[in-house]
């Protein structure tokens, strides 16, 4: 890795730099690699420039943009590109249900921004904001905040969303937890299985993840607060089995008649989809215990300044 990198990253870590998210992205492999299918991203360019998705408020933005990956196929693990480097990417082809959401919301806020041409390094410099710890991808796998429940606190903390579970409905802790995915089913993801030396400090980032205070509003009380959840809302689903808090992601989506819905990428459908009724969704399944929602805002909220950004997530880390 070049020496700028590593010296950018260290001076990250120790907050000594400002975060800069309106810059390029960290790009450290080729886009032959990290950007897949470009005829799709610019199609969707030209729909949001044709519609002007720009002047809608950030939820509805959001949403448009995942309405109109319906129907992307689903592919599992689209985040593992490489046997070791680490760099931002987006897949048009196929998406899981994190870089649904990830695309869904980076190319939210790139629009943001008048251009009068957009780009896709112009795309994965939101994705590294928003992928990646405190905003900044070294190339190193590690950068990347692997859970959902610690990717809800470092947003909040640099202004990209603002966590409403508690105030959409009635929540209850979830405490004990074991977070173990990552380092059980560490052969499962590419980087690990070929980095095993990095499975210690995966551990220590888990052993972390299980002190966040988490709350969530269980399933059985979602129907009656679906009322108070936004199209472009993102949904995590909390799941009752161990390895993590959160089994899988979407967005809220409403349509006209009022109904709720979770929109997601489905292994089960093998596509995006716009599902049923967010709390009907949930109920078909055993292992959902409830979700968590973080609102997501503007690009102008964003926090750039590294201390405020350090004093931000620790508040939030305490409560």
Request: with cysteine.
């Amino acid at each position: 890795m070049h020496n700028r990198s590593l010296i950018k990253a260290l001076l990250a870590f120790l907050g000594l730099v400002a975060l800069t998210p309106l810059v390029s992205a960290g790009e450290h492999l080729p886009q032959s690699t990290t950007f897949i299918n470009k005829p799709a991203f610019d199609k969707l360019v030209a729909l949001a420039v044709k519609e002007d998705w720009r002047n809608l408020a950030m939820g509805q933005r959001v949403a448009k943009f995942g309405l109109a990956m319906r129907g992307t196929p689903y592919k599992g693990f689209t985040l593992e590109i490489d046997d070791h480097v680490e760099s931002p990417s987006a897949n048009f082809a196929a998406v899981d249900c994190w870089t649904f959401f990830e695309i869904a919301l980076g190319m939210a806020r790139m629009i943001e921004t008048p251009k009068a041409a957009y780009s896709p390094s112009d795309l994965l410099a939101e994705i590294e904001w928003t992928r990646y710890r405190s905003g900044f991808c070294s190339g190193q796998y590690l950068d990347r905040i692997h859970y959902l429940a610690e990717w809800w606190y470092d947003n909040e903390a640099r202004g990209d969303v603002i966590n409403v579970t508690s105030k959409v409905g009635p929540t209850v802790p979830l405490v004990g937890r074991k977070i173990q995915e990552m380092t059980i089913l560490w052969k499962s993801y590419r980087y690990l299985r070929n980095n095993p030396e990095l499975l210690p400090a995966m551990g220590q980032i888990e052993r972390r993840e299980e002190q966040l205070p988490f709350h969530y509003i269980p399933k059985g009380k979602v129907a009656d607060c679906e009322s108070k959840i936004q199209s472009g809302d993102i949904i995590g689903v909390v799941t009752n089995q161990t390895g993590g808090h959160c089994s899988h992601v979407g967005l809220a989506y409403r349509t006209e008649d009022g109904v709720c819905h979770f929109m997601h990428a489905s292994k089960n459908y093998g596509k995006v989809v716009l599902d049923k009724s967010l709390s009907g969704y949930l109920s078909d399944f055993k292992y959902h215990s409830g979700i968590i929602v973080a609102r997501p805002l503007p690009r102008s909220s964003t926090v750039t300044d590294a201390a405020l950004y350090k004093s931000r997530l620790a508040v939030l880390e305490k409560n």
